[in-house]
């Protein structure tokens, strides 16, 4: 049979052209704007939609606050100071975070957030806690180019002087409780997604007894197509149990699931939460903020959950910013508990 040599050739062209030239790989937008506005991701291999990736992470929270409620249930969680908030700025938006923290208060809400501080970032929070007990959290977090972005923390919880009173009434001297954590953290940014993890050594003890244990952090944040809108979710406090004398108890996991859209034009934008616990019940934190000319921030938000009822629920605050050197407060009232008045200072390095 014979082949004609000008197909031949035309032929072979085309099969080096092929395999010189391959299919273009789709861009991670790539459907935008096309058939119904789909944005896709291609990550790690793997392509899926927005919509898609969404789905799976809130499947996935979901299912890990329901294996935590397996190990403890409400007021069975050691540790409970881990539950209360550090950062006057978070609690006066009502404890939502989970989207936007960036500075070093994030070892401790989500610690992809590290990734989003410029340089170098310096934090410490005095917290005039409820009954006379007191709150004080410290961290520091820094970036180094190509490499991520590390964070250092210590968190610390004093309940101050306790009497001791006997069944009859008496009172035989006094004791105090204590607990504290140090917190090393880790972040990192791949374009638009910010990723991070957290390894935390807890100590608690109560008089005479006490005990200690480790536990995990890990975070996600994402900077979406329409501008201004972040989404995050993170996981904190996995670990082992925290033993006192021949008692056991699970840490308190918390899981935070939470958007912010910062408006177009001058300054305001609105943050929520979805917060999940195996120790309490479901709680929503949202809250809004406004800066004036970039120095001076209001901020206003509310919280709801476990012990969080009527003007309870209420957070407010304000902050100052001048050349890196922040200052803000939040105020936090907690029922017939009293009120909670929150300080921090923070330096950034921009």
């Not at 021949?246 to 918390?254: D, E």
Request: hydrophobic share 40%.
């Amino acid at each position: 049979m014979k082949i004609n040599s000008k197909y031949q050739i035309s032929n072979t062209k085309q099969i080096s052209n092929f395999k010189q030239s391959p299919p273009p790989i789709s861009s991670p937008l790539e459907g935008e704007g096309k058939g119904g506005g789909a944005v896709f991701l291609d990550c790690l291999g793997f392509r899926t939609s927005v919509l898609g990736f969404s789905r799976i992470s809130a499947l996935l929270i979901l299912l890990l606050t329901f294996f935590g409620t397996l190990n403890a249930g409400a007021g069975d969680a050691s540790a409970t100071f881990l539950k209360i908030p550090v950062d006057s700025r978070v609690v006066a938006l009502g404890d939502a975070s989970a989207a936007y923290v960036d500075n070093a208060s994030a070892l401790y809400y989500n610690p992809a957030g590290l990734a989003r501080i410029q340089k170098a970032d310096f934090t410490f929070m005095h917290n005039m806690w409820l009954l006379g007990m007191y709150h004080e959290y410290g961290a520091v977090g820094f970036k180094i180019k190509q490499v991520g972005s590390f964070g250092l923390s210590f968190n610390y919880w004093g309940s101050g002087t306790i009497p001791r009173i006997t069944i009859r009434g008496d009172t035989i001297g006094d004791f105090s409780a204590s607990d504290w954590t140090a917190n090393l953290g880790y972040g990192k940014d791949i374009g638009k997604f910010y990723i991070g993890g957290g390894f935390k050594y807890i100590s608690e003890m109560n008089d005479s007894l006490g005990g200690s244990c480790f536990g995990f952090d890990l975070g996600a944040m994402y900077d979406t197509p329409l501008k201004g809108l972040q989404m995050g979710f993170s996981l904190a406090n996995l670990g082992t149990q925290l033993k006192v004398d021949s008692l056991a108890y699970s840490l308190p996991m918390l899981v935070r699931l939470g958007w912010r859209y910062s408006l177009p034009g001058p300054g305001l934008a609105i943050t929520q939460d979805f917060i999940f616990s195996n120790a309490d019940d479901l709680g929503i934190g949202a809250g809004a903020e406004y800066w004036i000319a970039e120095v001076l921030a209001l901020r206003l938000g509310y919280r709801t959950g476990a012990n969080y009822e009527g003007l309870s629920g209420l957070r407010a605050g304000v902050g100052l910013l001048i050349k890196g050197f922040g200052i803000d407060y939040a105020y936090a009232p907690y029922g017939k508990l009293g009120m909670s008045n929150r300080f921090t200072i923070s330096f950034k390095i921009q």
